[in-house]
């Protein structure tokens, strides 16, 4: 699991000693050295291209055995996934780019070599979030094309999985016209559950929220979206705590596994500010 920069680390001392038996020079470009035969190079294995082909001949014969390291494979993507925030399959996304706030493992090495040589790989078992409503965007791509960058991203990216949030939609009111004021806060919306498995991730400092702010006005104009978000196009992975049915005024609450359901009060006569509901047991 070497970048490319320790792989031709660890190889320079053996090309240091070959290349004068085969009566070459030692600074001779490792293009030269590495490249094609068939465009005049010399076909040398490279460590980093060897270890790269042993780790996709493993990854891809236990996804296609299905076994049992197949399947711990599949959920370690899924975590990786979670934790870039896009709704493209992670191994081919700009390494660079998304890699900033990532921690370094074997899937991500897999990734950083599929970039370099340009490769993409199609997995069909690979989960990949979809939208959820019209309109909608993973944040940390809207995040990206506002301009952020490195060391941003990741104070960003700490503040979204504390928030358990992937999606626009995620942090928006119910009606998709603006974002809810409990996600600018540092402390978790208990009425919006994500029902996905989230990588752990403590408090992040005050920096961090004060960026996060920031970031989310960049969707907004004078307090509402600048593109509202339209009909729900599927079931979202947050559970709403509280519902309310805009045709029967019906209102539910989720708790304890189970939902209570809460009928409005016809009152005659007196004017009210707020509705009055009744418990349906």
């Given at each position: 699991m070497f970048s490319f920069k320790?792989?031709?680390y660890i190889q320079a001392p053996a090309m240091m000693a070959t290349l004068p038996k085969l009566k070459l020079n030692r600074n001779t470009s490792r293009a030269i050295i590495h490249g094609p035969s068939r465009y005049g190079g010399l076909n040398m294995s490279h460590v980093y291209g060897e270890q790269g082909?042993?780790?996709l001949r493993l990854l891809l014969g236990h996804l296609r055995n299905r076994d049992h390291t197949g399947e711990l494979i599949i959920i370690a993507m899924s975590y990786l996934q979670i934790l870039t925030g896009s709704t493209r399959c992670f191994l081919n996304l700009?390494?660079?780019k998304y890699s900033k706030?990532?921690?370094r493992t074997w899937l991500t090495s897999i990734w950083e070599l599929l970039d370099r040589v340009q490769f993409t790989i199609d997995m069909r078992r690979?989960?990949?979030?979809s939208a959820?409503?019209?309109g909608d965007a993973a944040l940390m791509t809207m995040f990206i094309s506002s301009g952020y960058k490195g060391g941003d991203l990741a104070q960003l990216n700490r503040c979204r999985v504390y928030h358990q949030v992937f999606f626009l939609s995620d942090v928006a009111t119910a009606d998709g016209t603006r974002i809810e004021d409990r996600y600018r806060q540092p402390e978790r919306n208990r009425e919006r559950l994500s029902q996905w498995?989230?990588?752990a991730q403590g408090q992040p400092d005050d920096k961090a929220?004060?960026?996060?702010?920031?970031?989310?006005?960049y969707f907004e104009t004078y307090g509402k979206l600048r593109v509202p978000l339209g009909e729900w196009l599927i079931t979202p992975h947050q559970r709403w705590i509280w519902q309310r049915h805009p045709e029967t005024a019906l209102v539910r609450h989720f708790k304890d596994g189970h939902y209570t359901y809460y009928r409005p009060v016809v009152s005659g006569g007196t004017r009210r500010t707020s509705q009055l509901y009744s418990s349906d047991k």
């Open positions: 320790d792989c031709a082909n042993g780790q700009p390494f660079a706030w990532m921690e690979a989960w990949t979030p959820q409503r019209q498995k989230w990588p929220w004060e960026l996060w702010r920031e970031a989310l006005t």
